[in-house]
């Protein structure tokens, strides 16, 4: 049902950086913001990153966020255990009539 | 800030149909800035789009889901609703909704999510 891909796993050690990518076509990443949303184990998804690179308030600057073609990547430097998560990039798909459409999500795990 | 809460029977029959409301507090669903979203996750797996509606009653929903699903908004009690028809045991997720920046998969904040379970 995805229709944009993510790697189902990432992982680091404290302090170090991971990246996560999401890949799409040109009726979604290829023509519409990207956002990145972070959940926590049990808790609802909360929205980390906006119109492909802005951080709401609150999210630290350790989170960052790239687009560029029909691809985006979540970066997260500084690594720390709190991060332990599952994340999804999201975008709006142009194609039938509008949908919205999230990736397959990662599972960030801090070592 | 705006705060979004899930409610609704835990347990639907197959068959039968979903009925879930989202309650709005510190905010207004006629705000003509926002949409309102339902988005859910069957259990261990990833999130899926239901659709979203205006305060002025317009609706788009996912082509996958359109032939069952309706999603509509009471102004007067600051609620917007779900409801699924012929539900299966694949309908058996934690459905969200959430504030919806309109046509963009942009949504913040997200309710906490209610467990809805298919099953006779």
């Known amino acids: 049902q995805s229709v944009l891909t993510q790697p189902p796993s990432a992982s680091g050690t404290p302090g170090q950086r991971v990246t996560i990518s999401c890949s799409g076509s040109?009726?979604?990443?290829?023509?519409?913001?990207v956002y990145w949303y972070q959940q926590l184990p049990g808790t609802a998804p909360k929205l980390l990153i906006y119109?492909?690179?802005q951080r709401p308030s609150g999210v630290p600057d350790r989170f960052s966020g790239s687009k560029s073609g029909t691809s985006a990547s979540l970066a997260i430097s500084g690594l720390r255990s709190e991060d332990e998560a599952d994340y999804y990039c999201?975008?709006?798909?142009?194609?039938?009539?509008?949908?919205?459409?999230f990736g397959t999500g990662t599972k960030v795990t801090v070592l | 800030q705006v705060q979004l809460q899930e409610s609704g029977p835990g347990l639907v029959k197959p068959s039968e149909t979903l009925s879930l409301t989202c309650t709005v507090s510190g905010g207004s669903v006629s705000s003509g800035s926002y949409y309102w979203s339902w988005i859910r996750q069957p259990p261990g797996k990833g999130l899926e789009w239901i659709g979203y509606i205006y305060y002025s009653g317009s609706t788009n929903y996912n082509p996958s889901l359109k032939s069952r699903v309706t999603i509509s908004v009471d102004t007067s009690k600051n609620q917007f609703s779900l409801k699924l028809i012929s539900v299966t045991a694949a309908d058996t997720a934690l459905y969200y909704c959430a504030r919806d920046f309109g046509a963009s998969s942009w949504f913040d904040p997200w309710g906490q999510g209610t467990l809805v379970t298919v099953s006779s």
């Open positions: 040109s009726s979604n990443i290829g023509s519409n913001y």
């Open positions: 999201a975008a709006w798909d142009d194609s039938l009539s509008g949908r919205g459409v």
């Open positions: 119109r492909n690179s």
